[in-house]
């Protein structure tokens, strides 16, 4: 005879799982809002490293043309959607509906981050053969953006993974409020928030990203790079989210569209950083 009937709960407010949720990385590129069209012209406009000139033998001052560069982001479709029945909704624990609207959203965010940093991987500049996160790398970024007419504007970005920002943490130059601001330590309080916190250090915006090629493996790619340098076009209306409920197949749904592409504008304006990635944090 059983002298215990015990019983099992379900919590059903439900929990998140880890995964990324929202886009890190559209503010840090040049953005075009797509009114109609499956295509998005940017314009770099320079003078083509032109110099100063004098006045001609003749007593005319030569004339010249500017650099117009015209690049294209050509716009895709993507979409994630997300289908369950009223039966299974009912059996299943937690609000059903709402993961379903939450989850289809996240992979559209991840998606955009994921068309940029493609674009940020083509480009041909890089820091050499990998190496290990150190101030020494940080500086070689940043030179090599300097040494191209990039300008310390404060629309540089560092783009790192989580392992480069553990190492970097142990640096008192990292972390001192002396040569940061808007440092990983500040603000503590309100340190944990739903949304991306962006350090800046060392004259650009740190953005830490999980989702970096080679991410904790021996050839990992970071990058730093500046806000002209990538751009990226979306559908004026932006992200799409719908939800509804088909009465005659008693099925619920969540569908999240979006129309984009990014494109690389300036290849000189993109360092790709190699790093031994997967270096333990001690």
């Not at 770099?44 to 043309?65: D, E, F, M, Q, Y």
């Not at 299943?92 to 379903?100: E, L, P, T, V, Y």
């Not at 053969?129 to 504007?153: F, H, I, M, S, W």
Request: hydrophobic share 40%.
């Amino acid at each position: 005879m059983a002298e215990t009937a015990f019983q099992i709960q379900y919590r059903q407010e439900f929990i998140a799982a880890f995964e990324q949720h929202q886009s890190l990385l559209r503010e840090s590129t040049t953005t075009e809002a797509v009114i109609k069209g499956n295509q998005a012209t940017f314009l770099v406009a320079g003078s083509g490293g032109a110099t100063a000139k004098t006045r001609g033998v003749n007593g005319l001052i030569p004339a010249r043309g500017d650099d117009l560069q015209q690049p294209v982001a050509t716009l895709v479709e993507w979409h994630d959607l997300v289908r369950k029945t009223d039966f299974n909704i009912f059996a299943s624990q937690g609000n059903q509906r709402a993961i379903m609207q939450m989850t289809c959203m996240a992979v559209i965010n991840r998606k955009i981050d994921q068309d940029i940093i493609g674009e940020l991987a083509t480009g041909t500049i890089n820091t050499g053969a990998a190496a290990a996160p150190t101030l020494n790398l940080c500086l070689e970024a940043k030179t090599r953006l300097g040494q191209a007419d990039v300008p310390y504007d404060g629309r540089i970005t560092m783009l790192v993974t989580p392992n480069f920002e553990g190492v970097m943490l142990t640096l008192a130059s990292f972390t001192s409020r002396d040569f940061t601001q808007n440092g990983p330590i500040d603000n503590v309080p309100q340190a944990w928030r739903d949304r991306q916190q962006t350090y800046k250090w060392l004259g650009m915006n740190w953005i830490v990203h999980p989702d970096l090629p080679g991410n904790a493996t021996a050839d990992g790619d970071c990058f730093a790079y500046h806000q002209n340098a990538i751009g990226h076009a979306y559908n004026a209306d932006n992200m799409e989210a719908r939800a509804g409920y088909d009465e005659e197949q008693d099925y619920s749904w969540s569908r999240c569209s979006i129309y984009m592409g990014s494109q690389l504008l300036q290849n000189s304006g993109v360092v790709v950083v190699n790093v031994i990635d997967n270096t333990l944090i001690v």
